[in-house]
């Protein structure tokens, strides 16, 4: 998951680079559309990565915390206290990377509005 994670902030970060001197690049209004959508669907395919990521974070921690139960039902209270521990670690984990994808992709939102501005600016 962690890896899939660290794929999609590479690939964000090679888009940013690369992204904006492809619009400055060309005065073509058609190539500015299309550069423009492919920005778009390249957000959509991070936003949509980040929804799976967040999912299987939840889930994993819904089975962590049936764990727990189970563990307190059969009087193992130090099993329960170390699986809770463990979840305590692995949801602030959790939320860290979220906040950090939230953050990518709000610059990504940044970067497309500013080449957005760019190819209108040109096409004047």
Do not use: W
């Not at 090679?14 to 005065?27: D, G, I, K, L, R």
Request: with cysteine; proline share 2%.
């Amino acid at each position: 998951m962690k890896a899939v994670k660290f794929l999609a902030v590479v690939a964000v970060g090679v888009f940013m680079v690369s992204a904006p001197s492809a619009v400055y690049a060309t005065n073509d209004p058609g190539t500015l559309k299309e550069e423009i959508a492919a920005d778009k669907q390249a957000i959509k395919a991070q936003r949509d990565t980040m929804k799976s990521n967040a999912e299987s974070a939840k889930a994993e921690e819904q089975e962590v915390r049936g764990e727990i139960k189970e563990a307190r039902q059969a009087g193992d209270i130090e099993k329960a206290n170390a699986l809770k521990e463990g979840l305590k670690t692995t949801h602030q984990e959790n939320v860290a990377e979220r906040k950090q994808d939230k953050k990518t992709l709000h610059k990504a939102r940044q970067e497309m509005r500013h080449d957005v501005k760019a190819a209108k600016k040109s096409c004047q």
